[in-house]
């Protein structure tokens, strides 16, 4: 779906076929990078993983070592890391092995881990930059504006939809960038999702990312709440997830991804909540509608709790869990 | 849709026809006696409002003084009132006109306020009472308690919709009580309701529509901070709906009722949030969900949180405005 | 201390050293009648368990089998209950070993189990109650309604201090009802506590208990998110509190209770939480703050969330640990 | 009072009365560079506003155009700016101008704004900075590296006290940085303090101030709550804080600083809210608290309402009044 489709077309696009650059080959990388390939793109990639970049060698791209060679072959390039920032001294890394502001300032003087670094420093003129990264949109304006410096074009395409979709191409991806460039960017896009929504200005696709899944952190929440209630007050909770269903309590944490075990099969709260979106993701996810909504000054009171109940499960074992399993969280224990 | 239909009939519900008691004339009570008028029931009614009383009076109610009264003619009867609530006496009393628990002291010694003490007081063997009010699901418990010590039988049934719907016949009942008399109570509620629901034990019903509500209340504030949010962020409102409402973000707040002006027609936002559900009934419904929360050691952090929101609204002029009013109280006023 | 000293004296604080009757005898409970024993009052006494009824025997008290014989041998009683609870034939119960209300049903058909009803059926006219429970203040209003219709008095006279100031006759008592009987109530409370505090009409005691326990709860968590958030800043603990408590930060649970291990000795986060102010209790008490801001329309959003989260503590094995044990809770865990 | 004196001497803290730079001459940096001059010190001083620095001059200050003439002129500088933000670029600006980030953008383009910008780029070799501005500690850090590069050393030192406090040298400094360099920062900062405290590494001062200005705005909003919880349950409010007050629920907002009307005199609920430390300041520096807290993973549940709380209050006309309006806030409007 193209809930938008300028109309303008830039020369760029009918560059067809010639390679793609793809930095970052993670869970979600690799098979995106894989769809791009089977689309018949010749792919560079690069990553800090040597294992990673077998895999993908393996099946026809061209592996380099840096996201600086990147720069150099390519005049499209896709990045998808885990986070991004920016230093005092202007530059950007992938903050993938730090585990925090401290340890990512030792990290960054470690070459191997400064994978866009030097990508920004090579990027050559008329290159499009397209980062499907999940990060705050001023920090997509600022590369967008550094870009724009070294003559080249920088669009934020962050992703909805995990690697399930990744890997069938049904990804979602919410696009932000100057509207000419948009069907360059689609281009590529539709090799790798389903539906590809243009928002506006850059920063706009990673502004309705965050903005997504803040509502979907409350409505989970909410819907754990709501149902752990009804069953203390005696509800099946079959039942009980019928009439939300059917009333104004509806939302898609209760109708798609219950998170009462036994309500849905094919679900996390199903499988013990394996699988799914990580609590400590959605926990980074709701960091950043946190700091948008404070350098913009907007209450988010909900949205201000949500964030602060799941960065208490991430230090209560829930870390690596479904983020549905705030249900098992609030739940009484056994012998209380 | 009537989720479960319990196979059993009792001998009351053949007694079709024969009159049937309504207890509480205000802006549901009335529509909803209206029509089981249409229905061919005989309906004798009484409320604390002459003028309520008239009304029906002049479409071919029986009008009588007092709760007793209907007691006494009635072996069918509905009661339809703001709030209902147990002193220490064990009295049972209706407290619209109370703004607080010291009020509430002085009016129940004021007969005319107190009427559904006499209701019970006089309540004749085998009859049916079926209580539309949303109150405490442990309050309907006590009173179906109440009401087998007195050879009578006594069911929830809170309502989901608005005037609009009770006027059409479109709401949803949402009923707790024993089961072999479901069907006499989904022959009433039929004529004004389009889905009657069975929910288990007494007191499910109000069970099931607090947490409805609850999970309503916290869906609409975090479709408000999300929608404020995104638009702070540069997003265009209409834009950002539609990509929530195709997204794990939707809910019934944001696809179905949306807070922002400008983003769907017919709905309180756009109508400057005249009409729709008050915010001051939202706070009611959340005190309740608040109160059996505490009761059973339940946590609902959004819940309460909610819950806090909508009371701090009441009190900076939002009382009376549709509860998605929120967005608005939310929002950065002009010149800040 | 005693803030007030209102001059009125009635004549039954004349009957120095004739019996007192006290019902309950708990952890609190049981010092405290020690102490009117130490005073030379005769005690007359009465619990649900034998056990703690043989121990104040030993020491002099005379211990009879029910509430009602207490009733008729004493004209002044005091009660100590976990909590009481008016159901809705009128009467009031010991909720003691009742985990819900479902169980509170049952357990009231269950004569052993329902200490006061027969306390309030036998109460001699001119009788003065005293409660100590810690109740909400409007069952505070009910009970002293209640009495009066039996001719007799009831203040209510909740206690701030635990164990350890029972022991030592170190309470505060803060003492609700008719002004006339506040010297003869201050009589008896004087051999229990070091302070005596008269808060105005019944129920009062009761509100500045909630009060005060609310904002103790509201401090201690705020403590604890604060060390914790300085102490991952990089600040060492004992001078973060040596700077708070210098500062506007300082409060009782920063400068007199700090929750972090190794900061004070001899409070219960230099001894794994054990002793101290039980998490389930304070749990209750916050339960009750949130019960009478519901029924007075009253906003407490950061009352509210504590009382969440130290519920949601009793849920994750923190019922029984010292409630400063929420700066554990909230910290993470290693390896995390 | 100092904490803590390291024992060693920096030769640089023997150059007393030699010029002290000071970049800054709002509502606090103004009496602060006032009372060097007192001391003895002579002062090269800038602002933005013209009028800032005609005032310092009148009274023997050298002013000069720009940070620029002040890092070339002296070896210790103090910087007091309402906020300081990082860019892309690696330039450093004052954002007093600017009320968002949008803005800021263009204002760093205007060379007037970007007060520190040249400052760091024209800082001579062995120069001590000492910045009082309350900002994030990871920047405090940053700019700590940055001087480090250029030879010279930079402490933080932010401030607890208000404008009243600055024009008496009251102040208390929270001083983070080498522990050699402290002496030399000591020695300035005790002509405008009367506390100075050691707080360990660069970015501690910063942290110690935000750890206690979360902890403060808690136990306000949390005294606001229980102020008026007690209030509609009848309490005297006098009564009530007097009691909290010899109890635990006793904080700085409670005994020195107590929101509601009629408590207290000489404080700013006593004078209609004004005066005082403004709600905008509060929101602003709980901002700080809640990005430092998402940056470390730490969660601050109440931390992170109270700032949602205060954050709301500023877009509901409460922007410029005292913090403690929050009572008023939350109070119930007349006729509701």
């Known amino acids: 779906m ?3 489709s300028p109309p ?10 010639t390679p793609v ?14 769809n791009l390939l089977r689309n018949g793109y010749p792919v560079i990639a690069t990553d800090v993983f040597p294992e990673s970049c077998k895999e993908l060698q393996d099946i026809g791209a061209q ?14 390039i896709l990045t998808m890391l885990p986070s991004i920032y920016f230093t005092f001294t202007g530059s950007l890394c992938d903050t993938r092995a730090s585990a925090d502001v401290r340890r990512l300032k030792t990290s960054i003087k470690e070459p191997g881990n400064a994978l866009c670094f030097v990508l920004f420093r090579k990027v050559k003129k008329g290159t499009l930059l397209i980062d499907s990264s999940t990060i705050d949109p001023a920090v997509s304006r600022e590369m967008a504006a550094a870009a724009e410096k070294m003559g080249a074009v920088f669009m934020d395409a962050p992703v909805s939809g995990g690697v399930g979709a990744a890997s ?20 590529l896009l539709t090799c790798m999702g389903a539906n590809v929504v243009y928002c506006g200005q850059v920063g706009n696709g990673q502004a309705a990312k965050i ?7 409350i409505g989970m929440i909410g819907t754990a709440e709501t149902m752990n ?16 269903n059917m009333s104004s309590g509806r939302c898609w944490s209760s109708d798609v991804y219950n998170p009462v075990p036994g309500v849905m099969e094919g679900v996390p709260s199903a499988n013990s909540y394996q699988g799914g979106f990580g609590t400590t993701l959605m926990a980074k996810d709701l960091g950043l509608a946190q700091n948008t909504a404070t350098n913009t000054k907007t209450p988010i009171p909900l949205g201000s709790l949500a964030h602060q109940i799941f960065r208490v499960m991430c230090s209560r074992g829930y870390a690596n869990k479904d ?14």
């Open 211 to 217: 903005c997504n899944n803040m509502l979907l952190a």
């Open 21 to 34: 650059g793809f930095v970052g080959l993670g869970n979600m990388g690799s098979p995106m990078a894989k």
């Open 168 to 187: 069938l191409a049904k990804l979602t991806f919410m696009v932000g960038g100057v509207e000419e460039e948009y069907n360059a960017a689609q281009e």
């Open 2 to 4: 193209h809930l938008c």
């Open 229 to 244: 209630l009804g069953i203390r007050l005696g509800l099946d909770p079959k039942l009980l997830a019928q009439i939300l």
């Open 63 to 76: 592996v380099v070592d840096s996201p600086a060679e990147v720069a150099e072959r390519a005049d499209r």
């Open 8 to 17: 303008s077309v830039s020369t760029r696009s009918m560059a067809s076929k």
């Open 323 to 336: 983020f549905s399993s705030v249900f098992q969280f609030l739940r009484e224990e056994e012998g209380q």
